[in-house]
């Protein structure tokens, strides 16, 4: 996994701030293989309920960004218990859970 221990510290608290405890994170695609290099943070944030999935995504990015040096981060927001749809299914098979 090509992240610093304080990027997946910064990860994981900044998700349980923005979408609760309950809320989990893979991380997924290049990042996940330690012979690669370079790529975008593909994240993968499985929550039990989004009210404006617009409004929480940027505050996600924001708070992340005060934590870590900005760069490129994909989110991909899953209801928790609904059915798995493209990077969704990536996710759940190839993720590592931070």
Do not use: C, N
Not at 14 to 39: H, K, N, P, Y
Not at 52 to 74: A, N, S
Not at 84 to 91: H, L, N, S, T, V
């Amino acid at each position: 996994m090509r992240l610093k221990p304080e990027e997946v510290d910064a990860i994981k608290e900044t998700a349980a701030e923005t979408f609760g405890d309950s809320a989990v994170v893979r991380l997924f695609g290049s990042r996940i293989d330690d012979a690669g290099r370079g790529g975008d943070i593909d994240l993968h944030i499985e929550v039990d309920a989004i009210a404006d999935e617009g409004h929480v995504r940027w505050l996600f990015e924001h708070r992340l960004f005060q934590r870590i040096d900005p760069q490129k981060v994909d989110v991909v927001l899953t209801i928790r218990g609904g059915t798995p749809r493209g990077f969704e299914r990536i996710a759940y098979r190839d993720g590592i859970v931070l």
